[in-house]
């Protein structure tokens, strides 16, 4: 079954820093690995996404994320992190074939101090 | 712009009503999902749906079921509320079925926060 691994529960970080949210899976094949963002009361946006080709994939916001096989990781990145960026994030892995079950992992809450 | 709305935002209900969550998606998608969010547990599938009529357990089930009349409208029944379902319930669509190689993205609604005394 595929699983979906978000070491950090808490970051915080200050403005204008860089920012990488890490995120592991589990799965056999070649998985779909999203990012979706979580603003309070709000219900989840997608960031971007990845299901093959260039490893780099570009999302909205400035965020931009680097599908590494060997590592099974997905991590999420900005070069400059903004007030507003503070949220909730997610990252989840569906299994390829066009199934529509998705595995999310338990999200990374951050912090924006000024 | 896709929209999928939820009827409540909030909802308080006691232990062992039967509790009615209702979704609407307004972009004729084919799949419907439902799912709890609690903290340190993610976000978790109770059902989904892939068309009309057609329903699929996710990975919580139990002491839920839901119904799928109409393509753009899928409702969570709690059947009898207890305590350990006060939650976050999310509803989502995608515009997919399955058997397909591409996967849609899902588009979310703002939630249904429901406390059960």
């Known amino acids: 079954a595929q699983s979906v691994t978000q070491p950090d529960i808490h970051i915080t970080v200050s403005e204008g820093a860089s920012l990488e949210l890490r995120c592991n899976y589990s799965?056999?094949?070649?998985?779909?690995l999203f990012w979706y963002v979580q603003s309070p009361g709000q219900g989840l946006q997608l960031l971007l996404k990845?299901?093959?080709?260039?490893?780099l994939v570009q999302g909205i916001k400035g965020f931009e994320a680097e599908f590494k096989r060997s590592q099974s990781s997905f991590n999420l990145r900005k070069p400059s992190v903004h007030w507003s960026d503070a949220a909730e994030y997610f990252c989840?892995?569906?299994?390829?074939?066009?199934?529509?079950?998705?595995?999310f992992g338990i999200g990374t809450k951050l912090q924006v101090i000024p | 712009d896709v929209k999928v709305t939820q009827s409540s935002r909030y909802l308080v209900k006691r232990t062992g009503e039967k509790v009615f969550l209702e979704c609407v998606q307004d972009?004729?998608?084919?799949?419907m999902f439902w799912y709890r969010q609690d903290p340190g547990l993610g976000l978790r599938l109770i059902y989904f749906?892939?068309?009309?009529?057609?329903?699929e357990k996710g990975d919580i089930p139990e002491g839920y079921s839901v119904s799928r009349e109409k393509k753009e409208r899928f409702s969570l029944i709690l059947e009898s509320a207890s305590t350990n379902q006060t939650s976050m319930y999310l509803c989502?669509?995608?515009?997919?079925?399955?058997?397909?190689?591409?996967?849609?993205?899902?588009?979310f609604g703002p939630g249904t926060r429901l406390t059960v005394l």
């Open positions: 989502a669509s995608s515009g997919q079925g399955m058997g397909t190689t591409r996967y849609n993205e899902q588009f």
């Open positions: 799965y056999g094949a070649t998985p779909y």
């Open positions: 990845y299901f093959s080709g260039d490893t």
């Open positions: 989840a892995v569906a299994r390829s074939g066009g199934y529509q079950k998705v595995t």
């Open positions: 972009m004729d998608h084919e799949n």
């Open positions: 749906s892939y068309d009309v009529k057609m329903k």
